[in-house]
């Protein structure tokens, strides 16, 4: 029985984008465009794995002429170990899952009502 | 806060990576929307203290005054009601997990410690009353009969006893009980249930006080009505009663038939899609049935003390509650003293409501829960042999 993951699917998805390059540090939009969340969204998850030591953010040192320093993040070691393990535990819950699709639509009623094939074999 | 800050800040600054217009706009809205989700997790922390403010003030209106018989009664109801309105969610959140995200789930719990808090110095006022000896001679002589007079006269005396008074606190824990577990996370309890049960229990609730807002008894109906047996918002309220818990598990079990049920107050379906098993249904079924009478039970019995305590300390409520009526002070006193009285019918209400709502609950729920919408056509499922 695979365990439920200690991470929403918002916050693994964020986990699942800044483990792709865990060595480079990942601009919020780039971030958002990666995972398709809403900075509503993405600045709160990145704020609690801040908080949890699993993400480091710093600011950018030399900007962009006319534009303001932007904010800096990747996966700290911890965090990349965190998000290794929780994204594989993820993995094993999809396929567990899908699993139990396709035996569940194996098992659809058959014509006539009747379930299986079982009490008409030989 | 300067954390906080620092996050607004990079929020902003992206947003000149953002394509102008709508986008850049919604990234900056977003920002708003953090900011105001993070000002709002230290919410713990003023709901803690909104609700050590209340229970303060009420505490202080129902603590009994010197010289009142009953005082050690009251004052052990106070301390226990308030324990029990403050550790038992935190029990409750050990054993049967947070509060579902449900807004009618997070509605009842307020209103339910609300109505509890709010019920405190009301039954005080009440039961002051009832255990007064009318310091008008007069007065003694007309409602001894009624009230007894075994006190000094202008003082209360005797008191409910010990065992009405853990009835009530049994009474009250088991509707924290009830209240919380339903409206808890693990329960399992979806966000239509809730707002099904919670709706029926409020009109209920409403129609109940509408038809006896001065007390369950025959001596002090609603001044507004006729008060007849036979009045229509009698006969809706008996009709709501039996029928309205069982309406509400009807409607929770019905919203819950279909193919992957309904989404659940803790925001997951049911595990593996497909039509949700019989059980799930009857639970949804009976825990509308019994949050439709323990609501309209609470809103009844809360408001209901309400107004006969206010009916009891102030007296241009007194008119207003009887517009039109010469209001003699004697008249006056028969009409506080029944409804005093009747407030204790208001128990009732609180103990056999519940039992109602699980009844109709379970029943109906049970009896519709193998009832389902048909199933899908085999010939329209590819793959399968015709």
């Known amino acids: 029985m695979t365990s439920r993951s200690e991470f929403s699917a918002q916050t693994l998805s964020v986990l699942a984008a800044l483990s792709q390059q865990p060595s480079d540090w990942q601009h919020g939009y780039a971030l958002a465009k990666l995972t398709g969340l809403k900075s509503g969204t993405l600045y709160p998850i990145l704020i609690r794995l801040a908080d949890r030591g699993l993400v480091e953010a710093c600011w950018q040192d030399e900007p962009q002429p006319g534009r303001p320093r932007r904010h800096l993040y990747r996966l700290t070691a911890a965090g990349l170990?965190?998000?290794?393990g929780a994204l594989a535990s993820a993995a094993e819950l999809a396929a567990a899952r899908a699993g139990t699709r396709k035996v569940r639509a194996g098992r659809q009623p058959l014509p006539g009502g009747r379930r299986s094939l079982g009490g008409a074999m030989p | 806060m300067s954390g906080l800050k620092h996050w607004i800040a990079a929020v902003w600054a992206e947003a000149h990576e953002v394509p102008p217009g709508l986008p850049r706009l919604a990234w900056r809205a977003g920002g708003i929307w953090m900011l105001a989700r993070e000002t709002a997790r230290p919410l713990r922390l003023t709901k803690a203290a909104l609700f050590t403010a209340a229970a303060a003030v009420a505490a202080g209106a129902a603590w009994p005054m010197p010289g009142v018989g009953h005082a050690a009664v009251s004052?052990?109801?106070?301390?226990?009601?308030?324990?029990?309105?403050?550790?038992?969610?935190?029990l409750a959140r050990r054993w049967a997990g947070p509060a579902a995200p449900s807004r009618a789930g997070r509605a009842l719990r307020?209103?339910?410690?609300?109505?509890l808090l709010a019920f405190l110095p009301a039954l005080a006022v009440v039961e002051a009353f009832a255990n007064l000896t009318p310091a008008r001679p007069d007065f003694r002589r007309v409602f001894c009969g009624i009230q007894g007079c075994d006190g000094v006269p202008g003082r209360s005396t005797g008191g409910p006893p010990w065992a009405g008074e853990i009835v009530l606190l049994l009474l009250t824990i088991g509707y924290l009980g009830v209240v919380l577990y339903l409206t808890s996370r693990r329960s399992g309890i979806s966000r239509s249930t809730l707002a099904i049960g919670t709706g029926t229990g409020l009109l209920l609730g409403l129609v109940m006080y509408a038809v006896a807002p001065l007390g369950l008894?025959?001596?002090?109906t609603n001044p507004w009505l006729p008060g007849s047996a036979a009045d229509p918002l009698v006969a809706l309220a008996w009709i709501l009663l039996a029928g309205g818990p069982a309406g509400a598990a009807w409607l929770a079990n019905r919203r819950h038939r279909r193919a992957g049920g309904d989404r659940r107050a803790d925001g997951d379906r049911r595990a593996g899609g497909g039509r949700p098993r019989a059980g799930f249904r009857i639970d949804q079924g009976i825990a509308a049935g019994l949050l439709a009478t323990v609501t309209g039970a609470l809103f009844v019995t809360a408001l209901g003390t309400g107004t006969v305590a206010l009916l009891l300390e102030s007296a241009g409520l007194?008119?207003?509650?009887?517009?039109?009526?010469?209001?003699?002070?004697i008249a006056t006193y028969r009409t506080e003293i029944y409804a005093g009285t009747n407030v204790f019918g208001y128990l009732l209400i609180w103990m056999s409501f519940p039992v109602i709502g699980l009844i109709a609950g379970a029943t109906v729920a049970s009896v519709f829960a193998d009832s389902a919408p048909p199933e899908p056509n085999p010939a329209a499922v590819p793959g399968l042999p015709m």
């Open chain 2, 110 to 115: 307020v209103c339910c410690w609300a109505a």
């Open chain 2, 217 to 220: 008894g025959n001596d002090a």
């Open chain 2, 318 to 329: 007194r008119h207003w509650l009887s517009p039109g009526q010469p209001l003699t002070a």
């Open chain 2, 75 to 90: 004052r052990f109801h106070v301390i226990a009601t308030i324990l029990l309105l403050a550790g038992l969610p935190m």
């Open chain 1, 81 to 84: 170990a965190s998000a290794t």
